[in-house]
């Protein structure tokens, strides 16, 4: 069974940093290019960043671009999420996702003064 | 960036109805469009994938289609478990985008 766990979100004042992980299980994490997605209380979905299986591609979205840093690391199957000189339009619950299939249940990422 | 107008945006219908849902993206995006069914308090799953692909495990109920610009989700009767809003994902260039999402509710 995929299982993906998101932790590492919080309340964090505006302009300050906080990384995210996600640890995958129940699949050949390697295999997968991954997502983090995030929605804003009451808001739609917007996707955030991807990383191919091997970290060769990396996207942003331009929200995000500048400030935030996806990376993995496959021999601990975890995926990561930097995020720096947060603002409070940061404020979502942020999902992992392998690819576009399976998500995550989420972490809530509070920015606020 | 693709847009994705998802309509409508609130349904109300009774168990047994046929359901639909339209998805409307501003460029060609092929068939690489995904629905998604997501329950208050969890992730999102799965449902149809692109297009009109049925992810394993999901009801046969559950049916896509369309390509190009215009995509649909049917139900094709709807089911109590089947309240939750629903999405649509264009994956065929970046940034992925989503639909506003369908908020489906029992009549």
């Known amino acids: 069974e995929v299982q993906l766990v998101e932790s590492g979100g919080g309340l964090v004042q505006p302009g300050r940093s906080l990384k995210l992980s996600c640890v995958a299980s129940?699949?050949?994490?390697?295999?997968?290019?991954m997502n983090w997605i995030r929605q804003a209380p009451g808001k739609g979905l917007e996707w955030v960043a991807y990383?191919?299986?091997?970290?060769?591609?990396?996207y942003y979205a331009e929200t995000v671009k500048g400030r935030f840093t996806i990376s993995r690391d496959n021999a601990k199957n975890t995926l990561y999420l930097q995020m720096t000189s947060l603002r409070s339009e940061d404020t979502a619950l942020y999902y992992c996702a392998r690819h576009v299939t399976y998500w995550g249940q989420g972490v809530m990422v509070t920015v606020s003064s | 960036d693709i847009q994705m107008t998802q309509s409508p945006s609130f349904l109300s219908a009774s168990v047994g109805d046929r359901v639909t849902i339209n998805c409307k993206a501003s460029?060609?995006?092929?068939?690489?469009l995904n629905w998604y069914q997501q329950k208050l308090g969890e992730a999102p799953k799965l449902l149809i994938y692109n297009a009109n692909s049925l992810q394993t495990g999901i009801p046969s109920r559950f049916s896509g289609s369309g390509s190009g610009t215009d995509f649909t989700l049917t139900i094709s009767s709807l089911q109590p478990e089947d309240v939750a809003t629903y999405f649509c994902l264009q994956h065929n260039s970046w940034p992925y985008t989503f639909g506003a999402g369908t908020k489906l509710e029992l009549k």
């Open positions: 990383i191919s299986s091997g970290s060769s591609y990396i």
């Open positions: 129940g699949f050949t994490f390697s295999n997968y290019g």
């Open positions: 460029q060609n995006i092929n068939r690489y």
